[in-house]
């Protein structure tokens, strides 16, 4: 059974930077294409970064371009988001997801397994 948990998320100030992890079990990294998710209040949950084999195929969204930076570490099984230059507007709750989709879709339906998020609060 594949399960995905989320750490890292907390309350910061414009300007500040934070690391989210995102322990996966049940398979090794290798098998999937994973991503991280974001959902502010009122909107639809959106995909803002992707890897996928120690990097070979990175996708970022453009609100994140610059800032963000996604990352994985194979022997734990651990995949990182590193968030640098926060704003409010970055204010959401993140997912990690895993897909053994072949690309970075942005249909919530093609991600198979889903961590239980975690919030990150920017305050100006």
């Known amino acids: 059974q594949v399960q995905l948990i989320e750490f890292g998320g907390e309350s910061v100030k414009a300007g500040d930077s934070l690391m989210l992890s995102c322990a996966v079990s049940?398979?090794?990294?290798?098998?999937?294409?994973m991503g991280w998710f974001r959902q502010a209040p009122g909107k639809e949950r959106e995909l803002v970064a992707g890897?996928?084999?120690?990097?070979?195929?990175?996708f970022y969204a453009d609100p994140v371009k610059d800032r963000f930076t996604i990352s994985l570490d194979a022997k734990t099984n651990t995949v990182y988001l590193q968030m640098n230059s926060l704003q409010p507007e970055d204010t959401a709750v993140y997912y990690c997801?895993?897909?053994?989709?072949?690309?970075?879709?942005?249909?919530?339906?093609?991600?198979?397994?889903w961590g239980q998020g975690t919030q990150v609060t920017v305050s100006s």
């Open positions: 049940g398979r090794p990294l290798s098998v999937f294409r």
């Open positions: 890897i996928i084999g120690r990097g070979r195929d990175i």
């Open positions: 997801a895993a897909t053994t989709v072949v690309f970075f879709s942005p249909n919530l339906s093609d991600w198979h397994f």
